[in-house]
T-cell receptor, first 117, second 119 residues
Framework: KAGVTQTPRYLIKTRGQQVTLSCSPI?????VSWYQQTPGQGLQFLFE???????NKGNFPGRFSGRQFSNSRSEMNVSTLELGDSALYLC????????????????FGNGTRLTVT | AQTVTQSQPEMSVQEAETVTLSCTYD???????LFWYKQPPSRQMILVIR??????QNATENRFSVNFQKAAKSFSLKISDSQLGDTAMYFC????????????????FGTGTRLTIIP
């Protein structure tokens, strides 16, 4: 079974540009979450999608947006890039929904390393 | 809001020895999940072990085990018979439980511990 696939692996953009990152979850997984990882702030939650609906959102400005398609693939978009947006962006998928006291584990991809110059 | 604290930025240990990584957390929730994730140089975050807060028994996965102290809000990871492949960043993470769960709540991560296994 293929794992979570994120493309591209590396990306270099200029300040002010916009960027779109892609995430293909594990087959059968319907929940996709995005995280930003930086040396200064560590790992921070961006948002989570389930069945094409954004269910949770972290504390990021509106320049960060995302969407999920009917096949559960997800894209994340960052507009008007700033130097501080340079980070590793991690996508994670899980089966969901799981009711009761059990929570399905997250499976992460290898991330997209975004550099803003 | 939840916080997760890992007070050991770096640790190193000889191959085959046992090492314990510390994690404390703060929450007002009663039902939640705790995780240890490993991030090797490949960057992929790999789930090492998971603990449900309602379970008193400590989770174990082969060489990996946890010491979960709910009252003290402590969740340490013990790696026995350490191997070179255990070299990685280790993150402790918290997720609250929601009764009607149609996806995942967010993970709150600690700042990580860089573990180096010395041959």
């Amino acid at each position: 079974k293929a794992g979570v696939t994120q493309t591209p692996r590396y990306l270099i953009k200029t300040r002010g540009q916009q960027v779109t990152l892609s995430c293909s979850p594990i087959s059968g997984h319907r929940s996709v979450s995005w995280y930003q990882q930086t040396p200064g702030q560590g790992l921070q939650f961006l948002f989570e999608y389930f069945s094409e609906t954004q269910r949770n959102k972290g504390n990021f400005p509106g320049r960060f947006s995302g969407r999920q398609f009917s096949n559960s693939r997800s894209e994340m978009n960052v507009s008007t890039l700033e130097l501080g947006d340079s980070a590793l962006y991690l996508c994670a998928s899980s089966f969901g929904p799981i009711l009761g006291t059990y929570n399905s584990p997250l499976h992460f991809g290898n991330g997209t390393r975004l550099t803003v110059t | 809001a939840q916080t997760v604290t890992q007070s050991q930025p770096e640790m190193s240990v000889q191959e085959a020895e046992t090492v314990t990584l510390s994690c404390t957390y703060d929450t007002s929730e009663n039902n939640y999940y705790l995780f240890w994730y490993k991030q090797p140089p490949s960057r992929q975050m790999i789930l090492v072990i998971r603990q449900e807060a309602y379970k008193q028994q400590n989770a174990t996965e082969n060489r990996f085990s946890v010491n979960f102290q709910k009252a003290a809000k402590s969740f340490s990871l013990k790696i026995s018979d350490s191997q070179l492949g255990d070299t990685a960043m280790y993150f402790c993470a918290f997720m609250k439980h929601v009764e009607t769960n149609f996806g995942n709540e967010k993970l709150t991560f600690g700042t990580g511990t860089r573990l180096t296994i010395i041959p």
